[in-house]
């Protein structure tokens, strides 16, 4: 196949300057997140008023895209100490985790703390760590970080729940090795002026899925999602459910279930109080090495912070 060297949006000769705000977002529909390029600082002073409104609408995006690769990035370092204890419960629950087999199909590894994959992949960790925030809790974990990095991008965000019938055939966590529907929770995003409706999945991984933002008619599509209810207001913190469970519940828990409860309360207060005062407002901002970097920091910033509390 030919190179077709890129064209300058406002002369047409050969460019290499790509307009950098704007680049590598996200595709909403079928081609339209096309890099726009220019053949010198000049010309793209000069094309600003033509460009300016799809530039604004993928700069959106690209905001929202990097958001959601930090709540993933969340949702995998807290729930990192709790991996061997998710593999003991899958066990005990005789479920299963469906890995792609070199010969092809399917094969199901036993989920046994001391002989589970010695070395897993990043998607197989990945699944089982996110399974163990399957039920809402994942949404409910990254509210007030949701909130904190979409500050002034102009959206509306709600959460949906919703039945996943078709895991990915590549990783997934099951009951048995044959596909079955569980209720999950979404953070469905109207990005306003033109920017399109979205789903942020941030533990998607947990069906073998490595993405987190999705076109909201493609994943309800390509998924086969159901939709549970209406879209609802999204205003939960990191320990609603629990102060619920614990102080408002009628009748009252008690024993050993109020016990498991209440022991996971000090690492939610802990992860509201590095959301409070360890993220900064620019984390999303940068080149695309700059915000991986940042990325990279926010990981072991994160994890160095709830360690260093426990």
Request: proline share 7%; glycine share 6%.
């Amino acid at each position: 196949m030919s190179y077709t060297a890129p064209t300058c949006a406002n002369c047409g000769t050969e460019a290499t300057i790509q307009c950098e705000p704007c680049m590598d977002a996200p595709e909403y529909e079928p081609g339209d997140s096309t890099s726009t390029f220019y053949c010198t600082p000049a010309c793209q002073t000069a094309d600003l008023r033509n460009h300016k409104t799809y530039c604004r609408i993928r700069a959106q995006r690209k905001r929202l895209l990097r958001a959601a690769i930090i709540l993933k990035a969340a949702l995998l370092v807290y729930s990192e100490p709790s991996y061997e204890k998710t593999i003991a419960e899958l066990d005990r629950l005789d479920k299963v985790l469906a890995l792609p087999h070199n010969c092809g199909g399917n094969y199901y590894p036993r989920l046994d703390p001391d002989a589970f994959l010695p070395n897993p992949t990043p998607a197989q960790m990945e699944a089982v760590l996110m399974y163990s925030l399957s039920g809402g809790i994942a949404t409910r974990l990254v509210g007030r970080l949701t909130h904190k990095l979409l500050a002034g991008l102009p959206s509306v965000v709600q959460q949906i729940h919703v039945h996943v019938e078709t895991p990915s055939v590549k990783t997934k966590l099951l009951r048995n090795p044959h596909s079955i529907s569980r209720e999950h929770t979404v953070l469905k995003v109207d990005l306003l002026f033109g920017g399109g409706t979205w789903i942020i999945d941030p533990a998607a991984a947990q069906f073998g899925v490595p993405n987190v933002l999705f076109p909201y008619d493609r994943y309800i599509s390509d998924r086969g999602i159901d939709l549970v209810g209406e879209p609802a207001t999204y205003n939960v913190t990191e320990t609603s459910d629990i102060d619920y469970l614990l102080n408002e519940r009628t009748p009252p828990l008690e024993g050993d279930m109020r016990d498991a409860i209440a022991l996971e309360r000090p690492s939610r207060v802990r992860l509201a109080s590095f959301v409070n005062t360890c993220v900064r407002n620019d984390i999303l901002i940068g080149s695309a090495g700059e915000f991986e970097a940042k990325a990279e920091a926010f990981k072991e910033a994160l994890r160095l912070h709830m360690a260093r509390s426990e």
